[in-house]
């Protein structure tokens, strides 16, 4: 709920500035809607504590990495 909340108001806020608002706009908001429900459809039911930690891990490492370069 945090994130959808976080995610709206950064939205808002861009939309603010924006002189109008992208084309693709509309279907990247229906791709992470989707995908999130499948993944917490999915994790909450199929994958045990140790999987979602591990995948947590490899995304947190991989987006530190990121940053750094």
């Known amino acids: 709920m945090y994130s959808l909340l976080n ?3 950064a939205l808002i806020g861009a939309y ?3 002189d109008q608002m992208p084309s693709a706009l ?3 908001l229906c ?3 989707l995908g999130g429900s499948a993944g917490a459809w999915i994790g909450s039911r ?3 504590d140790r999987w979602l930690r591990g995948i947590l ?3 947190l490492f991989s987006s530190g990495i990121k940053l750094l370069m």
């Open 7 to 9: 995610s709206a108001a």
């Open 16 to 18: 603010a500035a924006w």
């Open 26 to 28: 509309p279907g990247w």
């Open 31 to 33: 791709a992470v809607a």
């Open 46 to 48: 199929y994958l045990s």
């Open 57 to 59: 891990s490899i995304l």
